[in-house]
Every structure is written in C-alpha cells, then in structure tokens.
C-alpha cells in the first residue's frame, strides 16, 4: 500500500512510498483510509521523533476494510473514524477496536476526519470540569482546531464561553457564530472569575488562566503551542486569597477508557450539523508540506485535511 513514510532527506520529512500492508491483532480491524487531519503536535514534535521509514498519522476518517478477528467493533463496509499512535497517513491502517467510532452512513470523510484529536480532548477537557449549565468557561487558544470545538461543546453543555485568541478583531465573528459570549485577548479581564478553564495553549497562558479560576474552579491544561515554562508567582497557592481549592489538571487522551463511544457521539453532533467541523485547509495528501507549513506558521485557523485518493 502507499503511505506517506518518514524521511529526513525528503524536503517535509515525509514521502509517498510503498510500505507493507498492516497485519492486525485479533481485537483490532483495517480500515480503509479515506481522509485524516493534521494536529500541531504530531506535525511539531510525533514527525520529529518518529523513526525513519515510519508511517504517522493520529485522526482518519474511512470505511472498515476488515472487522476485526475477536469479533468486536464494527462490521466490514461501515463508515467510521479512528484515533491511535500512528498509522493514519496510509491508505490502510489497522486501529484497536476501542479506538473506533461509527459514523452515519454519507458523512463527509473530511469532516469526520477533524474529530478524532481535537474534538474529543475538547470533549474530555470540559468533562473535567463537570457541569457546565451556567458556568462560566473560559477557553485559551480558542481559534485552534481543538479550541473550536471546545466553544462550541461548552455551548453546547449550556456554558457561558469566553473565548481567548490572539486578535479578537478578526477572529471574533466567527467565534461568537461557533457560541462564545466574549471573546478577549489573552485571558481576559482578571478581576471577573472564570468557573473553569481550558488552556490549549501553555507557558503563560496556564498560569493566567489559574488566575482567574473562581473559589473552587479548575484549569484543564492541554495545549503546549506556546513551548514556554509555567511559572507560577510565590503565593498562586494560597488559600487565603478569597479564591480557594483551585485546582490544575490534566491528562492523556489514549488513557481514557470509553473513547469509541465519543468518538460515535461526536460524528453523529459534526454529520448532522449541530457541530462544525471548522476546515480551515483541505486537499490531496500528496500536499502534506504545504499544509504542514500553513499549520506550523500559524495561519490556519481551525483544521488541515488531507483527502488520500
């Protein structure tokens, strides 16, 4: 099959070669790649530290080429999206069955394909901080793929969203047609508390966000794109300031139990339009640089999709 491969001498790091067909275990199934999407950090730092003549990929969209061999996960010839280390940047890839969901018959693949990362840490990320019905979320790096799921789920779960982004002017149209009720620079006004907080971003933008944290809020760290230190001033910690059991959390996508399930819960909110899937670049996988540059530099906002022909 083709695959794009790791190749430090190739000008992207990656070519179009041919490699081995993927040999599943019992309790994963093949899929037939038909679209997948770019996430910072894969592009960043998973590429960088892959080794040579390997194949990459987190999020693909396809159809179930083989069911898997113990009998689980979906049927051959349904249409679903999968999530794992690896792989994804082929024409075929074989996934854990745990790691797959269902999609409704004739979604866009390329939509589908933004889901996998970016929507479901969106969705993991605010479990976190447990209800959200009139609660005030704020949301750092809200332009971002994962950021924009991130307002519109809040929404969703009946959240008052502000949303943080580098350039409010530009960006605070479409944020607020995604659900946010403010959108502000940085991470907005100190002086008015946040419930909870999503940081998709890192370094000072964590540490501003605990700032604002309301008495008994929670600040879910995701995001590193800023590649900087979180420095915390002598005295964030204590308790007597009137802001009390703040918290800051984390955690690890692939060490979730249960993600097939919002996975199918997700294509089914992106298929019938209740959630946007946010394609800010698409075409054909052969122009993975030009995407991977857009992506690096900053000038996507939402996410890059590659359609494997």
Known sequence: MRALVIDRSAP???????????????????????????????????CRD???????????????????????????????ITLGWDGA???????????????????EPAALATIPVAATTALRALHRLGPLLGRR??????????????????RLGGAYVVAATGDPVTHGPSLR?????????????????VDGAIDL??????????????????????GHSAEADETFPYGAFF?????????????????CADLGRDLTWLAQQVADGTLRPNIAWRGEWTRFGEAAEALLSRRLHGKAVLEVS
């Open 12 to 46: 992207a790091g990656l070519r179009i070669g041919e490699v081995a067909d993927p040999e599943p275990n019992p309790h994963q199934a093949v899929i037939r790649v038909t679209a997948t999407s770019l996430n910072h950090g894969e592009v960043r730092f998973a």
């Open 50 to 80: 892959a080794p040579q003549g390997s194949v990459p990929g987190w999020d693909a969209a396809g159809i179930v080429e083989r069911a898997a061999a113990d009998g689980s996960g979906p049927a051959a010839g349904t249409a679903v």
């Open 89 to 107: 940047w082929a024409e075929y890839r074989a996934v854990d069955t745990d790691l797959i969901g269902t999609a409704p018959a004739g979604a």
């Open 137 to 154: 979320v704020l949301i750092t790096g809200a332009t971002g793929g994962t950021g924009r799921y991130a307002v519109q789920l809040a």
């Open 177 to 193: 047609e995604l659900g946010a009720d403010e959108v502000v620079t940085g991470t907005g006004d100190p002086a008015t508390p």
């Open 201 to 222: 971003v890192g370094g000072a933008h964590l540490v501003d966000a605990y700032r604002r944290l309301a008495a008994g809020g929670t600040v879910v760290a995701v």
């Open 239 to 255: 308790g007597d300031q009137g802001r009390h059991d703040r918290s800051v959390t984390s955690f690890f996508l692939l060490g």
